[in-house]
């Protein structure tokens, strides 16, 4: 059974993504696992007790066949797993689409309207720096999620997010003509985030199962305005355009307090740090209230600091 079909008191045996594994101790002194379990329909929170592996945090991102009952813990779904274990990839090979969470998107046609605006472009220099990230980058790009858990989190998330702040970052650069250049926001745009291709570790599955060292010690801005510098030099983009793309890069988060290393100087860094700020937060919106009911509130969204309302209009 998918988990949005699982209700309080179903007995279930099936596949699913094990998904922050953690190995805890409880108060009488006996281990268990805390994790949970997701498909392309959501997560729900599980628990194994009285469980000392052979599963471990090594295995997040994997899948496991599970026996267990759908609970309810403090108002939330909790699924107890009776019996867990790893599956062999011929298990679930014929279900892999329930599985993995993808984007509702048809990737092949996004992946052909990023290059189009690239295409369009009139200044060679940022087309070129274009071209050659995605001539690097291409194969991962389409499939690799945008983030863990708080948005775009499934394979196709980096796609889905780029190209939706890129038709925004197009109409907007024609809304303010004069002001914006549009092919510096298109590039910045398409490169924001192209580092996190560095910055996660992917499972086979393609799911993201946790930061590299990099990614961790220096972070997707950081790295990706180091490539962008590198690919500057070696197109011998002037110094002005490839230190204004750099920018834009490393200001996309707004404020140093949301990981910015500067903060935005130029209309086209402080726009596309708008655009990447509404495109994350209404996908936070889209994903929760797909598991939110009509006419109810969801329950407290960690990146939105708030419960949301699922109004019915």
Known sequence: MKLDELRVGDNFTGFYLLRNIMMKTSKTGKPYMAASLADRTGSVDAKAWDYPGPISPADDGKVVKVQGVMQEFRGM????????????????????????PSAPINRDEAYARVEALVDSMADTDFQAVCRAFLSRHGAEFRRYPAAKTVHHGFVGGLLMHTVDMLVLADFLAGKYQGVVNRDLLLAGTLLHDMAKLKEFVVSQLGVVTEYSLPGQLLGHLVMGAEEVAEVCRTLAVPEEKAILLQHLLLSHHGQPEFGAAVVPQCAEAE??????????RMEIYRENLENTPEGQFSPRIFALERRIYHHTL
């Open 271 to 280: 726009l596309l740090s708008a655009i990447d700020n509404i495109d994350s």
């Open 77 to 100: 779904p909790q699924i107890t797993m009776e019996k867990v274990r790893l599956a062999q990839p011929e298990e679930y090979d014929s279900i892999l689409d329930d599985l993995v």
